[in-house]
Structure formats: structure tokens, C-alpha cells
């Protein structure tokens, strides 16, 4: 029997050929943002100011004697201002969240990711740090020359005041944040004693790390890679959505010249080709390739290509906010507002609309007051003197308002149904208590089984607190 060779390879491999290997994942090379000033460079740092000044001043804000923002964890309260929250008024979380949610899209509809660009965590945190790292390390190319030279002991002296700037200004960060959970004063007492709690100390460190992380190193990997908004972000947009463009017809062909170069002479566009756009970009990308969904909205490549036309005597415009309708078509300013009130921006207005005028409501005629009613169950029904069926209730009554008050207790629903036990009670501010009440019925009254009454709970010398809850009596 013969044996058959092997089949050869019809294109064989050289012994001596490379073998080319590629990475599934992009070398992340770091990105040194170029410093911008211009209107929406103001925008972004008034809004930096704004939104911190919220965030790390509020917990700080006394109102009534307390705390004026405080998610009071322990106590299981929450306190805004003048509201007192229980866990039993979670739907109002629930109608936050959608409200932010429908803000979301009806800004994304309208004009983008306007809050990635000026508003978002990691974006604001990140323009902290980088004010940071260049007041310290220097400009841009002060930046990029430091970390390219070798190690010593100036380099390391300034890599050094830099990391702790960063870390001081992270645990302050985590500390404002367990500020919010913990009364405040009483966390800054236990940090200059040395007596913070475990899980006080492990989120301190934790969202601390988190900044850390997040505005420190990763940066625009967060926006890039992390975050899902920057995935899905296309499916909210529309040719009639506001993004930062780049106007190809008039910046190309583009090309480096000097101010007396006439462009039309010489077939050039308006574009320079100076790259400062891409410099100033904190995610690195060039726009001049169009929207890309890394593009996080900051319009840092605006100011800094306006600059560039003023220097050239060229108008500005050649990045600017705009839409894809409006450079395709060559509308003004008249048309894309125009285009702004469309089919999706009223319906995402009029959901809004909606939904916090419901909660706005909600809030207004809310009642201080709330009433749980608990059976005692060790005994259901019992005859007493009289020729009367007793039932024991418990119950509950939360006073919510920040002012101790005195509350009648009524029932009905039965003929001759009465309270044999105390028919007023002292609830102090922002505090359950439970009481114990006796209904009695004649025997001949209601028929076997359960039958429905009703608690009233009014707070005396406020005709408007008052709940009317409904329970079932027991007849033998």
C-alpha cells in the first residue's frame, strides 16, 4: 500500500519571514490639552465654579438647626431644606431620576452632549486637575518636555507637589461626599479625632480614589471607553441637532500660509492646518473628520479656531455649533433656530413639562403627615363589659414636620364605634411613634366577619394635616 504525501501549502512561508503581530487594543498615547480662553471656555469654568460651590458648600448650609441637605442614613430620614423625606417616599427618587432622564434627551435632542461638555462630573473634575498639573508643571509644552526628560530630583520634586495637590483635593472631595450621608460637623469632629467609623473612612478613601482615578489618570478614557452615554448618544441625534461642525466647504483644500497669502489666489481654504484644534481637544480628536462619538461637546476647538481666523483676518465660523441640515443647506442662524421646535424636542418638552409640574404639585400638597395601621394580631377580637367586641390596633403615626405636635385620633364607620383609649398623642418633630388603640362596637352592630372603618389623624391646631386611613373590625 502506497502512502500519500503530505499536501504542500500553496503558498508556503518563508523560514526567515517576520511574523507581524497586532495588538486587539490601541496603545493609549497621553494627551497634553492646550489651554483655551474664549466665550464657551468661560461657559465651562463658570459652570465648574457653579456646580462645585453647590457641591461642596451645601452640606455646610444650616437650616432649622440642622443640616440643610442631609441623606441621613442612620436615622433613615433625608432633609431638604424645609421637606423631611422617609424611605416611604422613594417615588419621589423615582420621579427625579426620570426627570433626568427626559432632560437628558430633550439637551441631547436640542443641542448635544451639552452636559458631557460642561456640566458632567469627569469633565469638570478633569479641567480641576489639569488647572492643577499646569499651574504646577507649566503649560503645554513645559508638560510634555517634563515627562520626556529623564528622572531628577527637580522632576521628582514636581511630580511629587502635583500628586499631592491631587490626593488633598480628592479626600476633601470624598469627605464633602460621606458629608452628605453623615452630618457633616460631626465627621469633621471624627476625622480631627481620629474616631471615623469604618464605612465613613472606606468611602472617604473610596470616592477619594475614585476622583483620583478618574480626573487624574483616566481621563478621557472615562469618556471614551467607560462611559455608555458616548455609545448610544447617536441614536439621539438628528440632521436638526446642534453639534460642533466642521465647515469642509469653506475650510478645504486646507493649508499652511501667511497672512498676505490670498488664499483664493493660492486654492486654499480657510483652514490653516495649525492643528490647535486638535491640541486643545481633552479627548484628542480631530474634528476636522468629522463628529466622532469621543467627541465630548466642550467646544474648546471653537474658541481656538476663532482665535486662529481673528489672527488671520479670516470670519469666524469655520468650527462653530451648527447642525447637518444647516451646513449642507447654508442656513443662518434664523433657520436653525427655526428647525429647533420640531416633532421629537415638543414631545420630550411636553413629557418634561409634565412630569414636573406633577412633582412640583406633589411637593406642594404633600401632608406632613403619614399613618400606618397594624392589626394586633395575638388577639384578633374579645368581648369586654357592655356587651361590647374589642379589636387592639397599633398604630404608627409619622410626623414629618420639624415641630412636635399633638394628634387626635377618630374612628368610624360603625354605628356607635368608640375609642377606649387616648384620643390625643404627642408626636415630636420628624419622629414615629406607636401607640396602642382600643375600638369597641356593640355586639349587635356590623355583621360577622370583617368589616371596614376608618382611623381619622388630624394634627390639632392644623385643619389642613389630616389623614383618613381604612382598617377592617373583626365581629365574632
Not at 493609549?28 to 461642596?56: D, E, N
Not at 426620570?98 to 469633565?123: D, N
Request: glycine share 6%; net charge positive.
Amino acid at each position: 500500500m502506497s502512502q500519500q504525501a503530505p499536501a504542500q501549502d500553496a503558498n508556503p512561508t518563508p523560514a526567515n519571514a517576520a511574523i507581524q503581530e497586532e495588538s486587539l487594543y490601541e496603545v493609549r498615547k497621553k494627551i497634553y490639552p492646550r489651554a483655551v480662553s474664549g466665550w464657551f471656555a468661560r461657559w465651562r469654568w463658570a459652570l465648574v465654579w457653579f456646580t462645585q460651590l453647590l457641591f461642596y458648600g451645601l452640606p455646610w448650609l444650616e437650616w432649622n438647626g440642622r443640616q440643610a441637605l442631609l441623606f441621613h442614613l442612620v436615622e433613615r430620614k433625608f432633609y431638604l431644606f424645609g421637606w423631611v423625606f422617609w424611605p416611604q417616599d422613594v417615588f419621589y427618587l423615582a420621579i427625579l431620576l426620570i426627570i433626568s432622564a427626559y432632560a437628558l434627551f430633550l439637551f441631547t435632542a436640542i443641542a448635544g452632549r451639552l452636559w458631557c461638555g460642561f456640566a458632567c462630573p469627569q469633565t469638570v473634575y478633569t479641567e480641576i486637575f489639569l488647572w492643577i498639573e499646569e499651574k504646577i508643571e507649566g503649560d503645554r509644552n513645559r508638560r510634555m518636555k517634563l515627562d520626556q526628560a529623564p528622572m531628577s530630583p527637580r522632576k521628582f520634586g514636581i511630580k511629587a507637589t502635583k500628586q499631592a495637590a491631587w490626593i488633598l483635593f480628592a479626600l476633601w472631595t470624598g469627605f464633602t461626599f460621606v458629608g452628605y450621608f453623615t452630618p457633616i460637623h460631626e465627621l469633621a469632629h471624627e476625622v480631627v479625632t481620629f474616631s471615623l467609623g469604618p464605612w465613613e473612612t472606606f468611602w472617604i478613601f473610596f470616592y477619594g480614589f475614585a476622583t483620583y482615578g478618574n480626573a487624574g489618570f483616566l481621563r478621557e478614557q472615562v469618556c471614551t471607553y467607560m462611559c455608555p452615554y458616548a455609545r448610544f448618544q447617536g441614536v439621539m441625534f438628528d440632521p436638526d441637532t446642534l453639534i460642533i461642525t466642521y465647515d469642509q466647504n469653506r475650510g478645504e483644500p486646507r493649508g499652511p500660509r501667511n497672512k498676505k497669502t490670498d488664499r483664493k489666489t493660492a486654492g486654499l481654504g480657510d483652514c490653516v492646518d495649525c492643528g490647535i484644534c486638535v491640541q486643545v481637544c481633552p479627548t484628542g480628536i480631530d474634528i476636522r473628520k468629522g463628529l466622532q462619538y469621543e467627541c465630548i461637546g466642550c467646544a474648546a476647538c471653537i474658541d481656538a479656531c476663532d482665535q486662529v481666523m481673528d489672527k488671520m483676518n479670516y470670519p469666524r465660523g469655520l468650527i462653530r455649533y451648527s447642525t447637518e441640515h444647516a451646513v449642507e443647506k447654508h442656513w443662518g442662524r434664523k433657520e436653525i433656530v427655526a428647525h429647533v421646535l420640531r416633532p421629537r424636542v415638543l414631545i420630550y418638552t411636553g413629557i418634561l413639562t409634565a412630569i414636573v409640574a406633577a412633582m412640583v404639585y406633589s411637593l406642594a400638597t404633600r401632608i406632613p403627615l403619614k399613618v400606618n395601621i397594624i392589626r394586633d394580631r395575638t388577639t384578633l377580637a374579645r368581648e369586654v363589659e357592655g356587651g361590647k367586641v374589642e379589636n387592639v390596633f397599633r398604630l404608627q403615626i409619622m410626623n414629618t414636620a420639624e415641630e412636635a405636635r399633638k394628634f387626635s385620633i377618630a374612628v368610624s364607620g360603625l354605628d356607635d364605634i368608640e375609642l377606649a383609649s387616648d384620643k390625643v398623642v404627642e408626636v415630636p418633630s420628624a419622629t414615629t411613634k406607636s401607640v396602642s388603640v382600643d375600638v369597641r362596637v356593640p355586639a349587635e352592630e356590623g355583621k360577622k366577619g370583617s368589616n371596614r372603618i376608618y382611623f381619622e389623624v388630624g394634627a390639632i391646631g392644623h385643619e389642613d394635616v389630616r389623614v383618613r386611613e381604612k382598617a377592617s373590625f373583626l365581629m365574632p
